[in-house]
Each structure stands twice: as C-alpha cells, then as structure tokens.
C-alpha cells in the first residue's frame, strides 16, 4: 500500500517565520502535489512537481515555493508566512495522470 | 484551467434513504474523475472513480455516473448508513492535475 507521510500533524509559526512542510512517499512516484484544505473551499492546489527538480505552479502558489531535490520528497516553503496562510494542508502523489493520487495526513498549519 | 463545481454544499439524509450529489467541469479534455470520501480529521480516502470512456460505474452502495456531452457527473448512495457521513469531493483530472469540487457535507440521520 502507497505511503505518503507528512512530517508534522499539526505546527504552530509566527508571522515573518519561514516555514517548511515536509512530505515523503515510498512509492517511486513521478508526481507530488501540494494542497491546502480550506472549509467552503474544497482542496486548491498551490505547486506540483513530476520529476526530480522540476515544478510547476497550482492555482494558488502566491507566497510559497517548492523543492523537490530527491524522487520520494517534496517540500511546500512559505516564505515568510502571514496569517492568511493558516490552513490545512494535504501532500499527495501518484504515478501517473490517471490514476487516484494518494493523500498524507495533512498538516494542520497555524500561523500566529 | 479546469473549474470543478460541487452541489449541494450539504446534504442531510435520514439513514436508509438515497444521497446524490453532483458536478459539473469546464475543460472537456479532463478525462478521469474519482470521487473522495473525507471523515473528521482525516486524510481524503478515493471511494470510487469513473474515467471517460465509462458512462457509469457501480460498486456496492455507491454509484457514479458520467455524461461527457453535458460535462457533469454524479455520486450515488444508496441505503445510506451512519458511517456514511462524512465529506464527499469529486475531481476531474486535466494533464494529471486534479481540480477538486468545493465539497459536500453529507450527514445521516439515524
């Protein structure tokens, strides 16, 4: 069974801190995603990566970046986090496009 | 890109009764939709999917159906149960992105 794990359950950050959640899978899949889970929402998704180094933008990326230096580990980096960013936020990954991509346990994100 | 939208917002049920909830998509090439249960506090678990070569598909209580030409598609439950309650996302996959619906809050009423 796919395992994507989230280093953190739950983190709490003061404004102007630059944050990092982690997120490793042990499946070998090409393809990482980053959501945030906002209630009324649904799930956004704010980077992805398909390959070792390469990243592309969500529909939200605006104050995080990404990095994606080995296969099984991709990380979300908010910059200098503000409040705004306080969220949940879901990793997941899959091989390929279609197919059911697997969630983490999220990190329940508070920034004060 | 692909805009996802999801109705109800919330769906209150009483226990044996059907649940149906439905979206609809923008981009006609998205061409995989799965649908994902969430319960409180939770990681989102896949329930069911249907990609769009398939106009319907069924397993056990659950059902979903596709209609390609109207761009909607659409989940079933049936005979519902406590353990149903949960929120509901569907998705639609363009180019392995997925963009999810806004979510469903069913609840069931024993």
């Known amino acids: 069974d796919v395992k994507v794990t989230q280093s953190s359950r739950y983190l709490v950050k003061r404004t102007g801190e630059k944050v990092f959640l982690e997120c490793v899978q042990d499946?070998?899949?090409?393809?990482m995603f980053w959501y945030r889970q906002d209630p009324g929402l649904g799930l956004r998704l704010i980077y992805f990566s398909y390959d070792v180094k390469m990243k592309e933008k969500g529909d939200i990326p605006e104050g995080y970046s990404v990095s994606r230096e080995k296969k099984e580990r991709f990380s979300l980096i908010l910059e200098s986090a503000s409040t705004n960013q306080t969220s949940m936020y879901l990793c997941?990954?899959?091989?390929?496009?279609?197919?059911?991509?697997?969630f983490g346990d999220g990190t329940r994100l508070s920034i004060l | 890109g692909e805009n996802v939208e999801q109705h109800p917002s919330t769906l209150s049920v009483q226990e044996g009764d059907s649940a149906v909830i439905k979206c609809t998509y923008s981009?006609?090439?998205?061409?995989?939709f799965p649908w994902y249960k969430q319960e409180l506090g939770k990681r989102p678990q896949l329930i069911i999917d249907?990609?769009?070569?398939?106009g319907e598909k069924k397993d056990q209580r659950i059902a979903v159906t596709l209609n390609k030409t109207a761009k909607h598609f659409s989940l079933h439950i049936t005979e519902t149960q406590p353990e149903d309650s949960a929120v509901y996302f569907c998705a639609a996959i363009n180019d392995y992105k997925l963009s999810f619906g806004a979510g469903t809050t069913v609840t069931v009423r024993a």
């Open positions: 981009d006609s090439a998205s061409n995989y």
């Open positions: 997941a990954s899959i091989m390929e496009g279609n197919q059911p991509q697997h």
């Open positions: 499946m070998d899949h090409e393809n």
């Open positions: 249907i990609r769009s070569n398939v």
